[in-house]
Structures are given as structure tokens and as C-alpha cells.
């Protein structure tokens, strides 16, 4: 059975757009972690847009399920994850302008830069995944320089309408789950996953762990809005006013 790694940075996106504590991406973790949560995952940024470090330093010490820590493979955020020691570190590609990752890694280009990340992380006992495409060289190259798992971008299948374009993206990301597997390495996919296109992609028994953070993010809100509202409304028709 596979696991699911719930990715909270927009909880942090929402509480950074007033500035304030609220919402508090810690505790929206441990509210995942009792609903069945496997990991938590957060992509901590260069501009720190919406994770911040105490996030990171919290939800360590208070998580009793796994911390996978996204980020950028920098000498700053590599001496900040051995800091950090979460049981996971998974680079990913990042841009200053982007809205949300919006690619793979390109291992083969930057071969040596990470593969120094990754010995550097491994030195401290962490564990290491790269964030790439379904393609079979950026995969051969992610083994070579001795990841330990790899997470396969699901975007371009999670864009893809077409019956037939599905049906091609999902031949394409299972040959690749299948080479990943043969070689070794640990398979985790994520980005774009919501309650409508994740059960062909669980129902392979060879991905280890979904990472899933917008559509849960979304859905949350309209599962509890109405309660909400209602516990508002309490306060204010109840009020005693002089």
C-alpha cells in the first residue's frame, strides 16, 4: 500500500499573506498527522516565501511521522538541512518567479553540484531523493550519482485531458516506475495530484509514497468552512450587546 506525504507550504502561503501566526502550518501537520498523514512535506525557499525555519525546526521536534524538507540543492540550504536532520531531503528545481515548481531536475547538467549535495547530506545520516521528470536519463544519472529515491513529476500527466493523452502519459511514467524500481531506488511521484487523477497512479504497487499538498490544501476548505462559518456565527448572534 502506498503512503501519502502531505506537502502544508499553503497553509504558510495563507498565514504570509497577512503576516500574522494564522493559519500555523505546525499545527495543520499534526491535524494531517491524525488524519492518516504518512509524511509531512515542505519546500523551504531561497526567498522563504512561505516555510519559514522555526516551521521547519517545529514541526522536527513535534512530528511522529517523517519530515520530508524540499529545497534547492545551495551550500545554504544544504548546511541548514544538516541542522535540521528531517528524514528526508528532496532537491527540486527552483525559480525565483515561479508559482509552483514547474519541472524536474536536470541531473545531467548539474551532475556534480549534486551529487556533492547528496554526499554532503548522506555524511549526516540524511537520505536523499531528487525531484525529475520521466525520463530515462535524468533517472539512470539520479542513480549514478547515488540517490536514494527519486520523485517522478506528475504534472505534465495531471495537465493531460485526452483520453488518449492520459493513457500515453501514464505508459510513459510507468515504464520509468518500473526502470526506477529495477535499479533500486525508492519511488515517490507528486505535483498535480488531486481526488479525480490518483487512483490510476496508486493502483501501481511500485510507487512507494504520493506527495500531494494543493488539492488536499483545497479540498480542507470546503470541508470545513461550513463549520466554521457556523462556530463564527455562534460567537456573533450570541454576543450580549449593551
Known amino acids: 500500500m502506498a503512503k501519502l506525504g502531505v506537502n502544508i507550504d499553503h497553509i504558510a502561503t495563507l498565514r ?4 500574522g501566526a494564522e ?19 515542505v519546500h523551504l525557499r531561497e526567498d522563504r516565501r512561505h516555510i519559514q525555519e522555526r516551521d521547519v525546526r517545529l514541526l ?9 524538507l524540499e529545497m534547492a540543492a545551495t551550500e545554504e540550504m544544504t548546511k541548514l538541512a544538516i ?10 528545481p527552483e525559480k525565483r518567479k515561479e508559482l509552483t515548481t514547474e519541472g524536474g531536475l536536470d541531473v ?17 545520516n540524511i537520505k536523499v531523493s531528487l525531484f525529475i521528470d520521466p525520463d530515462m536519463e535524468q533517472l539512470k544519472m539520479s542513480h549514478k550519482i547515488n540517490a536514494d529515491t527519486i520523485e517522478f513529476h506528475t504534472g505534465q500527466y495531471a495537465r493531460t485531458e485526452s483520453a488518449p493523452e492520459i493513457e500515453a502519459e501514464l505508459k510513459k511514467l510507468f515504464q520509468m516506475i518500473s526502470l526506477a524500481a529495477k535499479l533500486g ?29 494543493h488539492s488536499i490544501i483545497s479540498r480542507a476548505v470546503y470541508a470545513g468552512i ?6 463564527m456565527k455562534g460567537l456573533v448572534s450570541g454576543a450580549k450587546r449593551g
Open 83 to 92: 541542522s535540521f536532520k528531517p528524514h528526508l531531503v528532496t532537491l527540486v
Open 185 to 213: 531506488l525508492g519511488v515517490n511521484a507528486g505535483h498535480g495530484l488531486n481526488y479525480r487523477n490518483i487512483v490510476p497512479l496508486a493502483e501501481n504497487p511500485a510507487i512507494q509514497e504520493f506527495n500531494i499538498g
Open 60 to 68: 522536527k521536534e513535534i512530528l511522529q511521522i517523517p519530515l520530508d
Open 108 to 124: 545531467r547538467l548539474d551532475k556534480d553540484s549534486l551529487k556533492n549535495t547528496i554526499d554532503l547530506l548522506h555524511d549526516s
Open 23 to 41: 493559519p500555523d502550518p505546525v499545527a495543520a501537520a499534526v491535524f494531517a498527522e491524525l488524519g492518516g498523514a504518512d509524511s509531512i512535506v
Open 16 to 19: 504570509q499573506a497577512r503576516g
Open 226 to 231: 461550513k463549520e466554521a462559518v457556523r462556530e
